[in-house]
């Protein structure tokens, strides 16, 4: 049996919160409570309430800023325990930049600008963690984590931490080899090239207007729902099956970017499921093309 006290113990006051919404915690704003959300604020108090959770063989799970996740209406039978607003510590030597999980994408690339090391201008505008980061090779614009990480320090499943090489893991088009072995990563190091601090912030600036103009910022969502099919782009297909605007309860595929859906105001997590798999039906009734969600789906699973 699981103990708040011991939580407390482990994490600090202010650290550990019951019966929490996860609408407070994920970017598509729905969800049901988590029994636990837990704050750790570095790794030796994320590795110990870790190692608790696996002695009382409680279900955990771990995230950053939510930003790529949907957690179900039901809530969470366990305790989630996020890196966001906890360790986020950025260091810079040379061209590396160090950051632990927690730290945000934006705030890594904006570090990386005022240190005159190119490379990052595409991660600016990416609303994550750069653990979560790391988890989803999170790119844009023709640029991707992949091209900038030489390292990275995990927890691993049977509870090391380990430091990998480039030639340790794997990143690919939105996967990873920490994903598939149920890592959990700690920090990495990310790696670029001289640039002029001013022309970096301008290429930003670029980017971030090109995603305001084509997105729906406005609204609560995920980024980009689909993952793009080979040969394809997910949201054309949803254009070209009829789908733009497609709505469910509040849940409605964007008229502004077809590859999101969108949280209009009320919608539930089950409204944001039947459009995902009604997008997914139809498109492929039509024309024969599996559409995979690129959002994580957080289904109950007490085995964990
Ligand atoms: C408006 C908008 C625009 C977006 N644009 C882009 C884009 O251009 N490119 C892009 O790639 N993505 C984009 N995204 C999606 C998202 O921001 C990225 O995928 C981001 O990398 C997710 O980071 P996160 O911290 O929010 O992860 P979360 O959503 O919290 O988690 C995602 C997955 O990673 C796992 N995870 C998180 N942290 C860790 C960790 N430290 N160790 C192990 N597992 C972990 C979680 O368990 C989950 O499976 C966008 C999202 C939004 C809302």
Do not use: W
């Amino acid at each position: 049996m699981i103990r708040k006290e011991r939580l407390v113990k482990l994490l600090g006051e202010g650290r550990v919160f019951t019966n929490e919404p996860m609408s407070k915690h994920i970017t598509f704003k729905v969800g049901g409570p988590a029994d636990y959300y837990l704050l750790p604020k570095n790794v030796e108090t994320l590795v110990a309430v870790i190692n608790y959770l696996k002695e009382e063989d409680y279900p955990y799970y771990i995230i950053g800023k939510g930003s790529d996740l949907l957690v179900l209406d039901e809530g969470y039978p366990g305790a989630i325990i996020s890196t966001y607003g906890g360790f986020d510590t950025i260091r810079i030597e040379g061209m590396t930049v160090y950051a632990e999980a927690g730290a945000l994408m934006s705030k890594v690339a904006a570090s990386a600008r005022d240190a005159s090391i190119a490379g990052f201008e595409f991660a600016s505008g990416i609303p994550g963690t750069i653990g979560g980061g790391a988890i989803m090779n999170a790119g844009a614009y023709g640029g991707e984590l992949k091209d900038l990480m030489g390292k990275a320090t995990v927890l691993t499943k049977d509870g090391r931490i380990v430091t990998y090489t480039r030639d340790q893991f794997f990143l690919g088009y939105r996967c990873s080899s920490f994903f598939d072995k149920e890592e959990i990563v700690l920090s990495v190091e990310l790696t670029g090239h001289p640039g002029d601090p001013k022309e970096i912030g301008d290429r930003m600036k670029e980017l971030n207007g090109r995603r305001k103009e084509k997105q729906p910022l406005e609204y609560p969502s995920a980024g980009s729902t689909f993952k793009r099919p080979e040969g394809y782009f997910a949201g054309k297909l949803i254009q070209d099956a009829g789908l733009s605007g497609y709505r469910v309860g509040g849940a409605q595929v964007s008229e502004k970017h077809n590859g999101f859906v969108i949280n209009t105001g009320d919608a539930t997590a089950a409204d944001i499921l039947t459009v995902i798999e009604d997008v997914k039906r139809i498109v492929y009734e039509k024309f024969q093309v599996k559409l995979e969600p690129e959002v994580k789906i957080l289904r109950v699973d007490r085995n964990r």
